[in-house]
């Protein structure tokens, strides 16, 4: 992205530009998940209910005492900050396409406008199974950048870690819900699971661009782990307000994503969130996004279903609705991005306040 002044499709509408000073957030879960090790039933139950609560109230919450080792951490952020060093043309090398949608990209759209970053995206296992989507095959195989040692061993070890961490989540997310703790697991035997590297370098004008604007995460669970910089804001349920996740050394963000919401039928509900960019500093982000296999049909778990609750969701393909999500970042849609909210049963009962 380099000398780019301000392109006007990095320009985000007046009514969702940040505000030049977004309060910081307080109040925020913080879990430590130290008590998983111990094996002990009733600490285990107590942390799922602080996972459950946290889920229903923010759709969000930072963990600590997660286990991921720190070596794994550093060694994969290392290698983040060394490929985006690398020249433009280097990094050209490994750009997505349509066809191919893993590797660099820079200019991501998020709801139509531009984001101010560039990504590297990834599959935790090569080779995935085949991606059964609407418009024929895509590839995922990764394009692992040359000559960039170690590169490719650190973002394994680190995705291996984030998998383990996803799974424990799961858990807590499941026995929370009152469901047996490995009653989600089998949805991510064959998963579409990937990674992002995330750079934003500083912006001429952060209070008109967002490094990514305003969504939800359309998937079961994102692991986000962040650097010090900081730029997060999510929606504050309360009052609908931005507010700004400060970062906490050694943590990792979990967001509940729409496959969760959908599955707990609207018990929880995912986060809405940005990232908001700034003139001095770059930062950079590493997003896990856990999401089950291409031919899973999303929709609320039966045990969560009865005659007093039921679905709120019609059914829906989640290789199909991922599809149309990536297309959109291709090319100007029409239509904002299919959300599920399209899924959404007429009949359904109101949201509980």
Wanted: charge should be negative.
């Amino acid at each position: 992205m380099g000398g780019l002044s301000m392109d006007q499709a990095f320009v985000q509408a007046p009514e969702h530009r940040p505000k030049p000073t977004v309060t910081e957030a307080t109040g925020i879960p913080l879990i430590d998940l130290t008590p998983l090790a111990s094996g002990n039933a009733a600490a285990v139950d107590a942390l799922a209910a602080e996972v459950g609560a946290a889920s229903r109230d923010w759709g969000f919450f930072v963990v600590v005492g997660h286990g991921v080792p720190a070596g794994a951490v550093a060694r994969a952020t290392e290698a983040q900050r060394a490929f985006f060093a690398l020249p433009a043309e280097r990094k050209a090398a490994v750009r997505r396409s349509e066809a191919e949608p893993l590797g660099y990209y820079e200019s991501e759209h998020t709801k139509n406008v531009r984001d101010w970053k560039e990504v590297y995206d990834l599959v935790p296992r090569e080779p995935p199974p085949p991606a059964a989507v609407a418009d024929g095959e895509l590839v995922f195989a990764n394009k692992w950048p040359q000559d960039l040692p170690g590169f490719r061993e650190a973002l394994e070890e680190y995705v291996k870690a984030m998998e383990e961490l996803a799974f424990k989540i799961l858990e807590l997310i499941a026995r929370s819900l009152n469901l047996r703790p490995d009653r989600l697991h089998g949805f991510f035997r064959d998963q579409t699971t990937f990674i992002r590297l995330n750079h934003y370098p500083p912006c001429p004008s952060p209070n008109l661009a967002l490094g990514v604007g305003r969504h939800k995460d359309a998937g079961a669970l994102t692991i986000l782990y962040q650097d010090d910089v900081g730029g997060l804001d999510v929606r504050r349920r309360s009052d609908g307000e931005w507010v700004r996740v400060k970062p906490v050394p050694n943590s990792f963000i979990i967001n509940v994503g729409d496959i969760i919401q959908v599955w707990s039928n609207d018990r929880y509900e995912s986060a809405e969130h940005r990232v908001s960019v700034n003139s001095a500093r770059e930062r950079f982000s590493m997003p896990y996004f856990f999401n089950p296999a291409s031919y899973t049909m999303v929709e609320p778990v039966e045990e969560l279903v009865s005659e007093e609750n039921p679905a709120r969701y019609d059914a829906y393909n989640w290789g199909d609705f991922f599809s149309t999500r990536k297309n959109s970042n291709f090319k100007k849609l029409d239509v904002e991005n299919i959300q599920i909210a399209h899924f959404k049963k007429s009949a359904a009962a109101p949201p509980r306040t």
